[in-house]
């Protein structure tokens, strides 16, 4: 979901350090467009987009902006069982704001100066490291081009990543375990997307919760996300197959369904959470999440991989956007202040810093989805009372606390050290 918005993020960090240097995107499709649901901007990603002189930008477009401080967020409930209750009223570290990601990628292909070239319907194959060090790309239509750099920023079935673990087992047969981290795994996880109109739900129901307030109707397995936007409701609804993880997965990733699928899925919830469903707009979306395996390296000579490419993630703390824009920053300020330095030292030290901080993030989201469905190992067993749930309320509100902490300067200060 990343690659469109993090590949044109990263020539803006890039050219606008070092206007010399020369960039190209190249993008499979006939134009760059970016599908899905908004990008929360949390507080090290919104600092970055005003670095780009950003902030503007986004007031104009009467977007809210993210705010320093304690912000309500979603109450939490459990909503498997006939008559449902709250358990949980989030109060998030930071108030972020969601960018549409048409919106950031109309914002950032602003940016782009001259020496930035766009290139459509170019899809990428493979590259080869030349005997000068140089990388021969090659493509879909049977044309190839030089670069002296190659970023990955192709999103989570990354044609990229496949090239450079394919490179590398070649080069270290004995490495066949590189292998696993060439394709996306099944997180095990759907995610049904909809919306309903809020003056059809109003009619039925004046009352209904979902007019009002974001939620997050917690069960067994299941939960859904619900969010008032103007005059419609988002709806999210996610549903886990038991042991899924990592199974194989061999159907659609993305196809339309039956509203009858999704509301099967909740048989047995609240009459408020079918009623909500019963108004969903038909056909839903049912999206089968992926994600990256922990990938042990995400550069190779002068080859790097950022954002989905790198560390693809569930959605469950809405953090994988912010972390495209992070890779972005850090990689294209380290490339265009240290221009002379080899090209394989900087990716080195970018991936030091950036992977092991990405992957937390990663593994944080996974988690808080284990938790709103009471499958982490620490969850309590059929709770059915408000009681039972309070450690679990608690550890979800601190689990977001780290998305109000640090800086990416901070992080760039700490690359910086590595090259000296």
Request: with cysteine.
């Amino acid at each position: 979901m990343s690659a469109k918005f993090s590949r044109v993020a990263i020539c803006c960090c890039l050219v606008s350090e070092n206007p010399h240097i020369q960039v190209d995107i190249y993008e499979a499709k006939p134009e760059i467009s970016s599908l899905g649901t908004a990008v929360a901007i949390w507080k090290r990603s919104w600092q970055v987009l005003e670095k780009l002189n950003l902030g503007e930008e986004v007031r104009k477009k009467g977007i809210p902006l993210p705010k320093e401080g304690e912000a309500r967020g979603p109450i939490f409930r459990k909503s498997d069982q006939s008559e449902g209750f709250d358990f949980h009223s989030h109060i998030m570290p930071y108030g972020p704001t969601g960018l549409p990601r048409p919106v950031l990628l109309s914002m950032l292909e602003s940016k782009l100066p001259q020496n930035c070239h766009i290139h459509v319907s170019k899809r990428f194959v493979s590259y080869e490291t030349k005997s000068d060090g140089s990388i021969k790309l090659a493509f879909a239509d049977g044309t190839e081009e030089e670069a002296d750099v190659l970023i990955g920023a192709d999103g989570v079935h990354s044609a990229a990543r496949a090239a450079l673990f394919n490179n590398l087992i070649k080069a270290y047969s004995k490495n066949a375990d590189y292998a696993k981290f060439i394709e996306p795994i099944f997180s095990g996880t759907y995610a049904y997307r909809s919306i309903v109109h809020a003056d059809k739900l109003k009619a039925t129901n004046p009352k209904h919760q979902a007019l009002v307030i974001p939620k997050i109707w917690c069960g067994n397995g299941k939960h859904v996300v619900t969010h008032p936007i103007g005059k419609v409701i988002s709806v999210i609804c996610y549903y886990t197959v038991e042991s899924g993880e990592g199974t194989p997965y061999d159907g659609p990733w993305v196809t339309d369904v039956s509203l009858t699928e999704v509301i099967d899925h909740y048989k047995g919830w609240e009459p408020e959470l079918i009623q909500l469903l019963e108004h969903a707009e038909a056909p839903l979306s049912r999206w089968a999440i992926h994600v990256v395996n922990d990938l042990p390296l995400i550069t190779s000579g002068s080859i790097a991989l950022i954002g989905d490419a790198a560390h693809a993630m569930t959605p469950h703390q809405g953090v994988g956007g912010g972390q495209a824009i992070e890779d972005a920053y850090i990689l294209g300020k380290l490339l265009a202040n240290h221009s002379t330095s080899p090209a394989e030292d900087i990716l080195l030290v970018y991936e030091k810093v950036r992977l092991p901080f990405a992957q937390q993030a990663a593994e944080k989201s996974r988690v808080n989805g284990m938790m709103y469905e009471f499958l982490h190992a620490n969850s309590p067993k059929d709770p059915k009372t408000p009681e039972e749930l309070t450690s679990t309320g608690e550890t979800i509100g601190k689990s977001f606390q780290w998305l109000a902490e640090g800086s990416c300067d901070n992080d760039l200060q700490q690359a910086e050290a590595l090259l000296k």
